[in-house]
C-alpha cells in the first residue's frame, strides 16, 4: 500500500481548479497526488469490488483518500466495500453528503442521471478520519457532514469547520487546511488557525 501518496476524488464536475492550491500544499510536503481516473454518473452504479472502479482500487492500494462532494461521498462508499488491506487507513472527506437522494429532496434538484450514493446506509471503520465541513457551504447543509462524522468509526476522528464556501475558494483557507492535515497526522496542530477549526 502506497503511504506517501493520496488518492484525490474530486467534485462531480472534476474542476483541476478546485482545491487547486490545497492540493499543491499537499504535494509540497512530499506526498503524491493520484486521482480517481474514472468519471462519475456514466453507466451504471460501479458500487461492486468487482466493477472497473474496484478492480482499479485494489490494483492502487493507497494509505490516503480525500474527496470534495460527490468525490467525497463516493470514497466513502467504495471504502466500506473493502477489507483493510485495500481500504485507506486515512479519509478525508470535504463537504460530503450523506445522501444524495435526501440532497436531491433538501435542493430541489433531479436525481435523473445521477447515480445514487447514500453513505449513510454504508457502515465504515479506518484507522483516521477527518469530516472537513464549510461553515458557509452554499450547496450541502451543514448536517450531511456531522451525520457522517457521527457514524463513522475511527481510532482517531476530527471536525474540522471551515470559514469559506462548498469549494473552499480562498487560498488562504486552502493552504491553512493541508497545513493543518499534514501537521496533524503526526500530533495535534497546535499553531494559530483563521479558517479552520477542529475539534477532536
Known sequence: MKEETMLFWPGRGKDPDVLKYFLSEIHSKGIDIEVIPFNYDVGLPPFSVNSEWGIWLKEHPISWWAGISLGASLAWVFASLFDDSIKPKRLTLINPFAS???????????????????????????????????????????????????????????????????????????????????????????????YCHVYQ
Not at 117 to 128: D, W
Not at 130 to 150: A, C, M, T, W, Y
Not at 172 to 186: P, V, Y
Open 100 to 194: 444524495r437522494k435526501q440532497l436531491a429532496e433538501e435542493r430541489g434538484f433531479s436525481m435523473n442521471g445521477q447515480w445514487d450514493c447514500a453513505p449513510l446506509e454504508s457502515r465504515l471503520a479506518v484507522s483516521i478520519a477527518e469530516i472537513v465541513i464549510s461553515v458557509f457551504d452554499e450547496k450541502i447543509p451543514l448536517q450531511h457532514g456531522i451525520r457522517l462524522f457521527n457514524t463513522i468509526e475511527a481510532n482517531i476522528k476530527k471536525v474540522i469547520f471551515v470559514d469559506d464556501n462548498h469549494q473552499i475558494q480562498k487560498i488562504d483557507a486552502q493552504e491553512e487546511l493541508a497545513e493543518l492535515l499534514f501537521t496533524g497526522s503526526k500530533e495535534i496542530y497546535s499553531g494559530p488557525t483563521h
